[in-house]
């Protein structure tokens, strides 16, 4: 079962300590945050974490959000499934859910925005690692490789080592070391090899044939996203003043180790539908929202420039600006209830107490599920 687990923080809300033992706190680190330089920020528990708020060997817990600017570069160190190493680069955002259990360590990472790279030791037998993008999924063992997402959403995979298999809407395919795979929004995957095994070079050319494709269709994604954002903008304001409305219960539910099945399992009864709701439209809102901030980044330079129903796109992000540092706080909040809900799962067995034993997380499978495909 793919699920969000429990809260945890760290010094910088130290506050919260209160709320979860640190046996909780302990379990949620996945990681650590090696070295971070330029426009860096971690969004935690409803708080926006700028570079100077991050300590050396901040801990990374489970659907924390690292995000760059123009300068911003971060190295990640994870513990699960196996060690591994992640490098974020300029302009990117991601987030990591992890589920399984003793015997197992399911990872999946998701890549909102940008590029980064991963060095992944040989996982455990029965442990599995994916990383996602908004076209693709990738599959991987143990490897080093590459991921670079496009303005015009196209997906490319570089393999520096090992090999790995990818799936998108349009079919699934492999790659060995040395080679490249391209998957766009549209039309099936395609692999080659990269020359000399010089990546940056070939990245450098690919990027650029990729902004040239979104150059001539800029004021098309422009008009397709800012129409989603705003046919989703209400469904998700409902859905988040339904969620937080609980938040207060469940910090105290989970404030007790020792918790009674009986009223765990009635709360969870209780919760449960406002999850659903906001499990059903989170992950194309997030999306909607994280292409939206770099259409903004293109637009300022001119490109995408378009009029949208009565008003015209710079109207627009005018708006969407004064507002996007309150829409990410808003889905970091949720991400951190999601985990606490987990835990609360856990604690009382997973299973609704309908005798289902139905997840409003195993439907449809993780919150990261908002592939097309």
């Known amino acids: 079962m793919n699920r969000p687990r429990a809260l945890a923080v760290t010094a910088v809300v130290a506050l919260l300590f209160t709320v979860l033992p640190p046996s909780v706190l302990r379990g949620q680190e996945i990681g650590r945050i090696a070295y971070l330089e330029g426009d860096v920020q971690l969004l935690r528990d409803g708080e ?3 570079a100077y708020d991050i300590r ?40 990591v859910e992890l589920s399984g259990d003793g015997a197992r360590t399911d990872v999946r990472l998701r890549v909102l925005a940008g590029r980064l790279q991963m060095d992944v030791s040989s996982l455990t037998a029965g442990s599995t690692l994916s990383v996602e993008t908004q076209t693709a999924v990738l599959g991987v063992r143990g490897t080093t490789f590459d991921v670079l997402t496009a303005p015009d959403e196209t997906t ?82 409902r859905a988040y003043r339904d969620l937080v ?45 994280y292409r939206l901030r770099e259409l903004q980044r293109f637009h300022s330079q001119g490109i995408g420039r378009t009029q949208i129903g009565e008003r015209d796109s710079t109207t627009f992000f005018r708006a969407f600006s004064m507002d996007e540092r309150e829409l990410l706080r808003r889905l970091a909040e949720v991400r951190t209830i999601f985990r606490m809900y987990g835990e609360l799962e856990d604690r009382s067995f997973g299973g609704l107490p309908d005798g289902t034993g139905d997840s409003p997380f195993e439907s449809g499978g993780s919150l990261l599920d908002s592939m097309r495909f």
Not at 164 to 186: D, F, N
């Open 48 to 50: 926006i974490l700028d």
């Open 56 to 95: 050396d060997g901040e801990p990374l817990l489970q659907l924390d959000v690292i995000q760059t600017g123009f300068d911003g570069y971060v190295e990640v160190e994870l513990d699960r499934p196996s060690p591994s190493i992640v490098r974020v680069r300029e302009n990117s955002a991601y987030y």
């Open 156 to 237: 490319l995979f570089g393999v520096r080592e090992g090999r790995v298999a990818i799936a998108s809407a349009g079919g699934q395919i492999s790659a060995a070391a040395g080679q490249a795979v391209e998957a766009p929004g549209s039309g099936r995957p395609s692999r080659e090899p990269v020359s000399d095994g010089d990546f940056d070079a070939y990245y450098a050319r690919w990027t650029e044939i990729r902004l040239q494709a979104f150059r001539s269709g800029a004021p098309t994604f422009v008009r397709a996203y800012v129409r989603r954002y705003l046919d989703t903008r209400d469904t998700f304001d």
């Open 245 to 289: 409305a609980f938040r207060p219960r469940l910090e105290e539910a989970l404030a007790s180790e020792a918790g009674s099945l009986g009223t765990d399992m009635r709360f969870r009864a209780e919760m449960s539908p406002a999850i659903i709701r906001m499990r059903s439209i989170l992950p194309l809102f997030e999306t909607t929202v």
